[in-house]
């Protein structure tokens, strides 16, 4: 069955608490060649053949990302 | 007057809304989430909470509830609907008021007594409020901080449309310090902090949060 990946990431514009925090806990664990992180959402579906990306692509833009604060990225896997 | 208060799976104040409407004069009906009919009420209340908890993102999902789908019908044609917290977070995901609430800026959840200052009073929820008062009503939010894009802002402002904003510290990062606002013709009104929790002095802060209630039954009323 065919796979697709969503992946749902804030506007950069929008302020990311969580990966402020993560960013944050970086330097106690040696790593201070990470400079800024950003935390994201990451779907994957199962979809029955033959895959329509236009109507998965509606069904990220209304439920699976927020438009007002969000944006996605969406690939069938081969 | 009859006023519906929505449970969903996963709310939480809405025993403490039907109280508020009962305590101001009104008859409050509940309403399911699953059931699209309203039951003749009036005005529909979306209380807070977690529902269906709080997954993907606050009130993503429980905008796509049946119930929603009439309440966003009649919204348009005037419905007054107030959303408190989780109920504010649907409306939000509902398109039926612009903007998102995101995750606390300072990552804590955040709950205490809130001063909040009147900025509207020709809502559905507010006219009976004195405009700038200020209020004292309990906030209790995880994800109550206010994004909206500038020029939403900016239109917002110039049309009025702030009903509150947070008056002695901002508790979770809203820009403009936003409490809560309403859509362009004021039925629709959404507001982080919980009015129906400040109700009655033996378990409030104040009975501030009582005069959002009675607006409503004084406006139609009259």
Redesign the interface.
């Known amino acids: 069955m065919p796979r697709v990946v969503v992946d749902v990431m804030?506007k950069p514009e929008?302020?990311d608490?969580?990966g402020t925090?993560i960013l944050g806990a970086l330097p106690r664990l040696g790593f201070d060649e990470v400079t800024a992180v950003r935390q994201g959402k990451h779907f994957e579906l199962e979809v029955t053949e033959p895959v329509d990306e236009g109507r998965l692509r509606q069904l990220a833009d209304i439920?699976?990302a927020?438009s007002?604060?969000e944006e996605f990225t969406l690939r069938v896997l081969p | 007057m009859r006023v519906g208060v929505v449970t969903f799976p996963g709310s939480l104040d809405d025993r403490d809304a039907q109280r508020a409407v009962r305590l101001a004069g009104g008859e409050p009906v509940a309403l399911w989430h699953g059931d699209e009919d309203l039951r003749r009420v009036d005005a529909v209340v979306l209380p807070g909470g977690f529902s269906y908890g709080d997954y993907?993102?606050c009130g993503?999902i429980a905008r796509?509830a049946p119930v929603m789908r009439t309440v966003i019908e009649r919204a348009a044609q005037g419905l007054p609907v107030l959303g408190i917290c989780n109920g504010f977070q649907i409306l939000?995901?509902s398109h039926l008021l612009?903007?998102?609430l995101?995750?606390?800026?300072?990552?804590h959840f955040r709950n205490r007594d809130q001063r909040l200052r009147v900025e509207n009073v020709s809502t559905a929820w507010t006219s009976g409020l004195q405009r700038d008062a200020e209020i004292v009503v309990p906030v209790k939010n995880g994800e109550g901080?206010f994004?909206?894009?500038p020029d939403v802002l900016d239109r917002l402002e110039g049309e009025g449309r702030v009903v509150v904003r947070y008056a002695d510290g901002n508790p979770n990062?809203s820009v403009r310090d936003i409490a809560g606002i309403c859509n362009a013709n004021g039925n629709v009104v959404g507001l982080m902090p919980h009015p129906e929790h400040a109700v009655e002095t033996l378990t409030g802060p104040s009975t501030d949060g009582l005069g959002f209630f009675t607006s409503l039954l004084t406006a139609t009323v009259s």
């Open positions: 804030l929008i302020l608490p969580q925090a439920l699976l927020n007002v604060i | 993907l993102r993503a796509f939000c995901e612009p903007g998102a995101t995750r606390n800026a300072h990552l901080c994004v909206a894009a990062g």
